[in-house]
C-alpha cells in the first residue's frame, strides 16, 4: 500500500504579480534637459502638454482613460514659465501646466479625473507621467517660502528646483519614505487593518512613515508593533511605489508573525485588524474594485465615509484598489497560495 504524499509546505516569501503602478521606467528624466532652454525651446513644437487644476484632477479621453495632451506649439512659441517638464519618451518631451481647466481649451469629450481614482486604469507612460505631474504640483504647493529664512521661493530648472529670493538658496521636490506591510502567518492567514478614516469592511495592509535615523526594516517592525501589537521576523523586500499624494514612496515589505499573538490596536490610527483566510481575500478579489467616489471627485475622508454603508449594517471585506501596491501585495500573496 503506497504511503500519501507528505503536503508541500507553503512557500514564506513571495513575489510581486506585476509592477506597481507609477513604477515603470517608460518615462526618462532627463536632468540635463531641465537645465538646458535652448533644448527646451528646440523640442518645444513637438512636445506634448498634459493638464492639472487646482484641485489635482487631470485631462483624461476614452473609457479606457488616456492622458488628454496638447501640442506645445498650439500653447505658445517656447515653454510658458509656468509649464513643468516631466521627461522624455520616445523622443517626445512631456510638459504639464497647471491651472483652470478653461486655460487647457478641452472639448467636451474630456473628463476631468482624480489621479489616485483613475491611476490604476492607465498605461505605463501615463501612469509615470501623471505620478511626476501630480508630484510636482503637490511639492510647488507646499515650497512657496524658504525653510532656510522664510523668503518666497521662484521655480527653475523646468519646475525641478526653486530657489529663495533672499538669498538663492535652492531646493528640490521632496519624497517621504513609507513602509507598506504584508504580514502573514506562513500558512493561510494574513493581518489587515482598518483605518479610523476607512468606511466600514475597508481593510488594508498596515503602512507607516520612516523616522529620521531609523533603517527601513527597523520601521517595519517598530510599525507593526506600533499599530497592532505584533512581533514580526523575516522581513523582505518587495518592491516599491510613487505615491504622489502628496509626495511619498512606497516601500513594500512581506513579514512573518505568529497569530495567536494577541492584537492591541492603536486607536489613534487604526480602528481595527483582524487576520483573514486566504478564501476570504479570493471571494473579495473576485468582487472586483471597490470605489469610495465616483472618478471625478477629489478623494477625501468625508466622501469615503459617505459613499458606503453605516457601521450596524455588515459589509463585505473590502480591499484597496487597482492603483494601489496594496492590492498587488495582496493579490500576489493569494496566488502563491
Known sequence: ??????????????????????????????????????????????????????????????????????????????????AML?????????WVLCGAQEQAGAGPEIEWLNGHAVGGETGPLDGALLAAAVGLRNWHDRSRFCTRDGSPTTPVNAGWARTCEAAGHEEYPRTDPAVIVLVHDGGDQVLLGRHR???????????????????????????????????????????????????SLMIGFHALADPDQPLNVDETEIREARWVHRDELREALARGEWRAAPRTRTLNRATMAADTSTEAEPSPLLLPGQVSIARNMIESWVLAG
Open 1 to 82: 500500500m503506497s504511503r500519501p504524499e507528505p503536503a508541500r509546505p507553503r512557500p514564506t516569501h513571495f513575489d510581486l504579480v506585476r509592477t506597481p503602478t507609477f513604477a515603470g521606467a517608460a518615462l526618462h528624466r532627463d536632468e540635463h534637459l531641465r537645465r538646458d532652454p535652448d533644448r527646451q525651446k528646440e523640442g518645444w513644437a513637438s512636445a506634448r502638454v498634459l493638464f492639472v487644476d487646482p484641485d489635482g484632477l487631470l485631462a483624461v479621453i476614452g473609457s479606457e482613460p488616456r492622458l488628454w495632451t496638447r501640442v506645445g506649439a498650439e500653447l505658445a512659441g517656447s515653454p510658458p514659465e509656468e
Open 86 to 94: 516631466l521627461g522624455e519618451a520616445d523622443g517626445t518631451a512631456y
Open 197 to 247: 478614516a476607512w468606511p466600514p469592511g475597508r481593510f488594508s495592509v498596515l503602512a507607516g512613515f520612516v523616522e529620521a535615523g531609523e533603517s527601513l526594516e527597523s520601521c517595519v517592525a517598530r510599525e507593526i508593533a506600533e499599530e497592532v501589537g505584533v512581533t514580526v521576523r523575516d522581513i523582505r523586500y518587495l518592491g516599491s511605489q510613487a505615491w504622489p499624494f502628496p509626495r
